[in-house]
């Protein structure tokens, strides 16, 4: 039963060669997440969509895009992976995103990209 | 901006002992603040969250605010507590979070 799924689980790209990676739900939820998880360090929020409305954080590079065609899938493009892009992507989801009362984010296993 | 601070990178312990994972966050308004944990080959899921009030595997989390402190608590650890436990309170509204860096709990026999 699984609620929200990341392909592929493990992603080889090489320098500068654009990669997409993808995430959908059977949620239904409003809320979309993509996180970028360097090792030994906590998930950091690169953007989130409330539906389709996207929301960029401060300090997420240009170099990551993404796109929510529907509810139930959201992509997130790397145009020119860096050496320093290599990390676990997390997906995550929620009902909502003003009312954090019963508001959890949900969780994708994650994709672990390597540039080579 | 909203911080968050775990002090301890490692935190091992032997099972039935107390357990407390620290956490301190920077907070101008009324926090709701989150622990998330990754067990291991395990997605990251919601362990528990203030606001309920609840316990969850034995584990509870009581917000201080004169200390800024969200610690989760935990009377007997049980080697299934073995994870990584993740403090969390959100962004300056809403439900986007900030994770703290994270403490590793192992919990030997």
């Known amino acids: 039963d699984a609620m929200v799924i990341q392909n592929p689980r493990y992603q080889v790209t090489q320098f500068g060669k654009p990669v997409t990676l993808s995430c959908s739900q059977t949620?239904?939820?409003?809320?979309m997440y993509w996180y970028q998880q360097k090792s030994s360090q906590a998930p950091k929020l690169l953007f989130h969509?409330?539906?389709?409305?996207?929301?960029n954080e401060a300090d997420t590079p240009d170099n990551f895009q993404s796109r929510r065609p529907n509810t139930s899938f959201c992509f997130l493009d790397i145009r020119s992976p860096g050496l320093g892009d290599a990390a676990m992507y997390l997906c995550?989801?929620?009902?909502?995103?003003?009312?954090?009362?019963?508001?959890?984010?949900?969780f994708g296993p994650g994709t672990r990209l390597t540039v080579l | 901006a909203q911080r968050v601070t775990q002090p301890e990178k490692l935190l091992s312990v032997f099972k039935g002992a107390p357990v407390e994972l620290k956490c301190n966050y920077s907070?101008?308004?009324?926090?709701?603040l989150f622990w998330y944990v990754q067990y291991s080959r395990q997605r990251l899921q919601l362990l528990l969250r203030?606001?309920s009030r609840e316990s969850i595997k034995g584990f509870t989390a009581d917000l201080n605010k004169g200390e800024t402190s969200f610690h989760l608590k935990k009377p007997f650890a049980q080697e299934e507590d073995s994870a990584m436990y993740y403090c969390?309170?959100?962004?300056?509204?809403?439900?986007?979070?900030?994770f703290g860096a994270g403490t590793i709990l192992r919990v030997k026999s």
């Open positions: 995550a989801t929620s009902r909502d995103l003003l009312q954090v009362r019963d508001n959890e984010q949900f």
């Open positions: 949620l239904n939820h409003n809320v």
């Open positions: 969509y409330y539906d389709k409305d996207f929301n």
């Open positions: 907070y101008s308004g009324s926090p709701e």
């Open positions: 203030h606001i």
């Open positions: 969390a309170p959100p962004m300056e509204y809403g439900n986007k979070l900030v």
